[in-house]
């Protein structure tokens, strides 16, 4: 599950199925690699954070089940 913040204020959880089961560790590894791949690290004052690429709004976390 990857948290979104969207730039109107909402979060939003969006569910991403795995392509085989994995541990959790698996998990935060895969989900460092996927958020590098659909978003871009800003460091501008107070504009810190993951941005997606899609410009819907910053990656927040995930949640490994």
């Not at 979104?4 to 979060?11: A, D, Y």
């Amino acid at each position: 599950m990857i948290l979104v913040l969207l730039f109107n204020g909402t979060l939003i959880q969006e569910k991403y199925e795995l392509s085989r089961p994995m541990d959790v560790y698996e998990c935060l590894l895969f989900a460092d690699d996927h958020r590098e791949a659909i978003s871009t690290y800003k460091e501008d004052g107070m504009r810190t954070g993951w941005y997606l690429n899609d410009g819907r709004g910053t990656w927040q976390g995930v949640i490994c089940e």
